[in-house]
């Protein structure tokens, strides 16, 4: 199983990116999945996750701003991130809880991340 993040890149202060991450490889089910980030010193923390059902979830300082959303038949997530901040600069990680095809067992995968630098 693999994820694999696309998207992230050199935006200025107010502009607008959008990051995508496809699970592929022996997958079943994908069930959750999300983005994290992680600034130059500081822990990774969550952006937004989303349910197979599309409930989601948002950190407070990204909401009105980040929207999260999927397809489910292209096991695919999405970010959209409008009026980015300097300091949201960071590597942006997937992550996706899901079935694994044949042991049909659920397990957490994290992509390598992308990088999103935003200049003020």
């Known amino acids: 199983v693999q994820l694999q993040a696309s998207g992230g890149g050199l935006v200025q202060a107010g502009g607008s990116l959008r990051l995508s991450c496809v699970a592929s490889g022996s997958v079943f089910r994908v069930n959750d999945m999300g983005w994290y980030r992680q600034a130059p010193g500081k822990e990774r923390e969550l952006v937004a996750t989303?349910?197979?059902?599309?409930?989601?979830v948002y950190t407070e300082s990204v909401k009105g701003r980040f929207t999260i959303s999927r397809d489910n038949a292209k096991n695919t997530v999405y970010l959209l991130m409008n009026n980015l901040k300097p300091e949201e600069t960071a590597v942006y990680y997937c992550?996706?809880?899901?079935?694994?095809?044949?042991?049909?067992?659920?397990?957490?995968?994290w992509g390598k991340g992308t990088l999103v630098t935003v200049s003020s």
């Open positions: 989303i349910t197979r059902g599309g409930s989601t």
């Open positions: 992550y996706s809880r899901l079935m694994v095809a044949v042991i049909y067992q659920v397990m957490d995968y």
